[in-house]
C-alpha cells in the first residue's frame, strides 16, 4: 500500500535561518506531487507542484522554493526565512487522472 | 479560476443528529471531488472521492454526492457522534491535476 511520509512534524526557526522540510511518498512510482501551506482562517493554499523529477510548478510568488530530486521524494526549502513563512505545511500526492490524494500529516513550522 | 465555497464555517449539532455539510464551485470541468477530514494539527485524511462521471459515494455513515451541472457536492453524516468533530474539507481536482480547496467547515457534536 502507499504512504506519505513528511518531516518533521514540528520545527521552530529563528528570522533568517535556512528551511528544509522533506517529504517522500512510497508503494508507487511517478506520483504528482504538492506541497501546500495552511494558515489561520486562510484554507489551503497551493504552493508547488510536481509531475515528475525535476518538473517543479510554483502557484504563487514567494521566499520558498522546492525541487524533486528523485521520484518519490519532494523537498520545501528557503534560504533565508521570514515571519510571515509561519504555517502549517503539507505534502500530499495523487496518481493522473480521476485518482485520490492522499496527505501527509503535515509539519508546524514557526518563525521566531 | 476555479473557487470553492464551503457552507457553513462552523455548525454544531447534539450527538445523533444526521447533517449536511455543504460545497459548491465555479468551474464545472473537474476530474473529481474529495472530502477530507482535517482534526487539529493534524494532516488530512481522505473520506470520499467522487468521479466527474459519478453521482454518488458512501462509506459507512458518510454519504457524498455531486452535481457538476449545477457545482455542488454535499456530504451527509448521519447518525453523528463526537468523534465526527473535525474540520470538513472538500477540494476539486481540475485539468492541471492539483486540488483546490474550500475554507472548510469545523463541526463540533457535543455529547
Known amino acids: 500500500s502507499q504512504t506519505i511520509h513528511q518531516w518533521p512534524a514540528t520545527l521552530v526557526q529563528p528570522v533568517g535561518s535556512p528551511l528544509s522540510l522533506e517529504c517522500t511518498v512510497e508503494g508507487t512510482s511517478n506520483p504528482n506531487l504538492y506541497w501546500y501551506r495552511q494558515a489561520a482562517g486562510r484554507g489551503l493554499q497551493l504552493l508547488f507542484y510536481?509531475?515528475?523529477?525535476?518538473?517543479i510548478s510554483s502557484e504563487v510568488p514567494q521566499n520558498l522554493s522546492a525541487s524533486r530530486p528523485q521520484d518519490r521524494q519532494f523537498i520545501l526549502s528557503s534560504k533565508k526565512l521570514l515571519l510571515s513563512d509561519s504555517g502549517f505545511y503539507l505534502c500530499?500526492?495523487?496518481?493522473?487522472?480521476?485518482?485520490?490524494?492522499?496527505f501527509g500529516q503535515g509539519t508546524r513550522l514557526t518563525v521566531v | 479560476k476555479q473557487e470553492v465555497t464551503q457552507i457553513p464555517a462552523a455548525l454544531s449539532v447534539p450527538e445523533g443528529e444526521n447533517l449536511v455539510l455543504n460545497c459548491s464551485f465555479t468551474?464545472?470541468?473537474?476530474?473529481?471531488l474529495q472530502w477530507f477530514r482535517q482534526d487539529p494539527g493534524k494532516g488530512l485524511t481522505s473520506l470520499l472521492l467522487?468521479?466527474?462521471?459519478?453521482r454518488e459515494q458512501t462509506s459507512g455513515r458518510l454519504n457524498a454526492s455531486l452535481d457538476k451541472s449545477s457545482g455542488r457536492s454535499t456530504l451527509y453524516i448521519a447518525a453523528s457522534q463526537p468523534g465526527d468533530s473535525a474540520t470538513y474539507l472538500c477540494a476539486v481536482r481540475g485539468s492541471q491535476g492539483n486540488l483546490i480547496f474550500g475554507k472548510g467547515t469545523k463541526l463540533s457534536v457535543k455529547p
Open positions: 468551474d464545472s470541468a473537474i476530474y473529481n
Open positions: 500530499a500526492w495523487n496518481g493522473d487522472g480521476d485518482t485520490e490524494a492522499f
Open positions: 467522487i468521479q466527474s462521471s459519478q
Open positions: 510536481s509531475v515528475g523529477i525535476g518538473q
